[in-house]
């Protein structure tokens, strides 16, 4: 079955960084098209970033543009992404979940809580 695993969530302070990763099995992940979602305590769902198979095409939300970087790995099944100069309105549950070509969410992982704080 198709499952998602996230990872490498934790407690940093503002300014620093984290690296979340999301290892995939049960699907083709080479030619899935993969996005990264957050939820703030108390808050709805916000888009992250998107990637598509060969990691031409990936897009950022503008509250972490030029900040996050979204990567994959298609030889081990995994997606990743890297977070810097984080910002208290970064701390989120984040949660790796595949897309359809139209940019409809599908299989959601468990998530991982990221908390930035001093």
């Known amino acids: 079955q198709v499952q998602l695993v996230e990872s490498g969530g934790g407690l940093v302070q503002p300014g620093g960084s984290l690296r979340l990763s999301c290892a995939a099995s049960?699907?083709?992940?080479?030619?899935?098209?993969m996005s990264w979602v957050r939820q703030a305590p108390g808050k709805g769902l916000e888009w992250v970033s998107d990637i598509n198979g060969n990691s031409e095409a990936i897009y950022y939300g503008d509250s972490v543009e030029d900040r996050f970087t979204i990567s994959r790995d298609n030889a081990k099944n995994t997606l990743y992404l890297q977070m810097d100069r984080l910002k208290p309105e970064d701390t989120a549950v984040y949660y790796c979940v595949t897309t359809t070509n139209t940019g409809a969410f599908e299989i959601w992982g468990q998530g991982t809580l990221a908390t930035v704080s001093s």
């Open positions: 049960g699907f083709t992940f080479r030619t899935t098209v």
